[in-house]
């Protein structure tokens, strides 16, 4: 299983991205995704959680009413459209996944996507 992460970028702050994560080697339809971050030098810290008919998602406080997680099955592929960024949102940002189907939210995380960058100038 691959997950590729695209659309990190430099923006200035209260700009907007819109990552993505195609996830190849298995349908994801059945499981949950999230999308989770890493600042230099910091620890890694979880961002969006999103199930598989996308009918519940999770947010980490930061991002809350700025960032908004999406999937499309048919391309096997989930989002995260990234709002009103901030300097403290620059970091590599990934997509992961649970190796096991679940209905709701994923409580670990099994495959993980090799990151993209987001820069956040201010």
């Known amino acids: 299983v691959q997950l590729q992460a695209s659309g990190g970028g430099l923006v200035q702050a209260g700009g907007s991205l819109r990552l993505s994560c195609a996830v190849s080697?298995?349908?994801?339809?059945?499981?949950?995704m999230g999308w989770f971050r890493q600042a230099l030098g910091k620890e890694r810290e979880f961002v969006a959680a999103?199930?598989?008919?996308?009918?519940?998602?999770n947010y980490a406080d930061s991002v809350k009413g700025r960032f908004f997680i999406s999937r499309d099955n048919t391309k096997n592929t989930v989002f995260l459209q990234v709002n009103g960024l901030k300097p403290e949102d620059t970091a590599v940002y990934y997509c992961?996944?649970?190796?096991?189907?679940?209905?709701?939210?994923?409580?670990?995380?099994?495959?993980w996507g090799q990151g993209t960058q987001v820069t956040v100038s201010s």
């Open positions: 992961a996944a649970p190796r096991t189907p679940t209905y709701g939210l994923p409580t670990n995380y099994d495959y």
């Open positions: 080697g298995r349908t994801i339809t059945m499981h949950p």
């Open positions: 999103i199930t598989w008919n996308a009918g519940r998602t």
